[in-house]
T-cell receptor, first 115, second 108 residues
Framework: DAGVTQSPTHLIKTRGQQVTLRCSPK?????VSWYQQALGQGPQFIFQ???????QRGNFPDRFSGHQFPNYSSELNVNALLLGDSALYLC??????????????FGPGTRLTVT | AQRVTQPEKLLSVFKGAPVELKCNYS??????LFWYVQYSRQRLQLLLR?????SIKGFTADLNKGETSFHLKKPFAQEEDSAMYYC??????????WGAGTKLIIKP
């Protein structure tokens, strides 16, 4: 099991563009959470997907949207990119409710740079 | 408001010395607290969870509800402990709220 995988590793976009990041969860996991980590900061929760629906959402604008597929993989979409969206985007997977929900496994992240 | 505070951005100690990484939280309910670690060039990984009461890699953390703290401790630091440490709180919706992290440097 490769664990949680994310693609791409890094990318550079221009202000106003749109970007899609991808995440495959750890084998056996059905829940995917997305986090944004700015330089020098802890991760900030964006949203969580379970059973192909957004279960929880953090304090992020509607420009941030996502999707979960039947195989539990997930996408994070960001529209109308701003310079402030430059960050490391982390995906974490877990299994359902407690106790599995308490253990989140993280991917290596996607480094997004907006110029 | 739900919040996790790690007051030290950087902590530097000598090998063999005791280590204490501080974490304070603000949460109205009964918190689930975690410590995550990120070694150089590796992904974030769970170090320990308060309810498990396990000692992982010699680290322990005690939840003090009176002081709303969850400090991470190790009696004798090792060079391989050098890493970034994050304290996190999981709310009732399984959302993790993170501190800003403490970079721990163990000097030889």
């Amino acid at each position: 099991d490769a664990g949680v995988t994310q693609s791409p590793t890094h990318l550079i976009k221009t202000r106003g563009q749109q970007v899609t990041l991808r995440c495959s969860p750890k084998s056996g996991h059905d829940t995917v959470s997305w986090y944004q980590q700015a330089l020098g900061q802890g991760p900030q929760f964006i949203f969580q997907y379970y059973e192909e629906e957004e279960r929880q959402r953090g304090n992020f604008p509607d420009r941030f949207s996502g999707h979960q597929f039947p195989n539990y993989s997930s996408e994070l979409n960001v529209n109308a990119l701003l310079l402030g969206d430059s960050a490391l985007y982390l995906c974490a997977s877990s299994f359902g409710g407690p106790p599995g929900a308490y253990e989140q496994y993280f991917g290596p992240g996607t480094r997004l740079t907006v110029t | 408001a739900q919040r996790v505070t790690q007051p030290e951005k950087l902590l530097s100690v000598f090998k063999g010395a005791p280590v204490e990484l501080k974490c304070n939280y603000s949460y109205s309910g009964s918190p689930e607290l975690f410590w995550y670690v990120q070694y150089s060039r590796q992904r974030l990984q769970l170090l320990l969870r308060h309810i498990s009461r396990e000692s992982i890699k010699g680290f322990t953390a005690d939840l003090n509800k009176g002081e709303t703290s969850f400090h991470l401790k190790k009696p004798f630091a090792q060079e391989e402990d050098s890493a970034m440490y994050y304290c996190a709180l999981m709310d009732s919706n399984y959302q993790l709220i993170w501190g800003a992290g403490t970079k721990l440097i163990i000097k030889p």
